[in-house]
Each structure stands twice: as structure tokens, then as C-alpha cells.
Nanobody, 120 residues
Framework: QVQLVESGGGLVPAGGSLRLSCSAS????????MAWFRQAPGNEREFVVA????????VTSDSVKGRITISRDNAKNTVYLQMNRLKPEDTAVYYC?????????????WGQGTQVTVSS
């Protein structure tokens, strides 16, 4: 079992940057495959980016490719989402998620989300 807590959201102008953090407690973050999702008002939750269990592979949504990077600090049990050149359409609640292996279809553990608002 792992508990995930996101932080770092806020209001940023278009073109700006933000770094979100996802702190894992319980078991360490490096024992899970991690991902970030987001949900904008009126929309379904959408996949943003994933990091494999080993930490060596990533998968990124086409909508954010080239602007978003996921990384992990095992010593701090924390996963980061670096977002650059933000656009108003990036406005959403961002969720951190984890699953036990890369082969599971669904993410089992979820954080409570952090709001990101990009002003035009």
C-alpha cells in the first residue's frame, strides 16, 4: 500500500513553468510504476505521462510531448512533473498515480490532486 500526496500546483501565466511533486509514503516510490493524469472541468481524466517501474522508460501523451518531463528521486520518495511552455488548455487538476508493475492495465493508487491554472 502506498499513499500519494501531490503539491506544487497554482496559477501561472501562459508560457510559464511549474513543477509538481508527488510524495509517496508507505512503500517507496521506486517500487511502483508511476504516472500523472489530469482532469479539466467537464472532461474525463486524461493520461499525461508515465514512468516505468525501473525508472528507465517514459510514455508521454502527444498533447504535452516536448513540454512535460517526469522524473523520480528515490532518496526523497518523490516523483516530479516538470511542465514548461504552459498553455491555457493545460488547466486541470493533476493527479499522481501508481501501480505495482508495468503490466497492470490500471493504476491502483491515486493522490488527491493539485490544481493547475494557466491564465491567457
Amino acid at each position: 500500500q502506498v499513499q500519494l500526496v501531490e503539491s506544487g500546483g497554482g496559477l501561472v501565466p501562459a508560457g510559464g513553468s511549474l513543477r509538481l511533486s508527488c510524495s509517496a509514503s508507505g512503500r517507496t516510490a521506486r517500487q511502483y510504476a508511476m504516472a500523472w493524469f489530469r482532469q479539466a472541468p467537464g472532461n474525463e481524466r486524461e493520461f499525461v505521462v508515465a514512468l516505468t517501474w525501473s525508472g528507465t522508460g517514459t510514455v508521454t501523451s502527444d498533447s504535452v510531448k516536448g513540454r512535460i518531463t517526469i522524473s523520480r528521486d528515490n532518496a526523497k520518495n518523490t516523483v516530479y512533473l516538470q511542465m514548461n511552455r504552459l498553455k491555457p488548455e493545460d488547466t486541470a487538476v493533476y493527479y499522481c498515480a501508481a501501480k505495482d508493475t508495468d503490466y497492470e492495465a490500471n493504476y491502483k493508487y491515486w493522490g488527491q490532486g493539485t490544481q493547475v491554472t494557466v491564465s491567457s
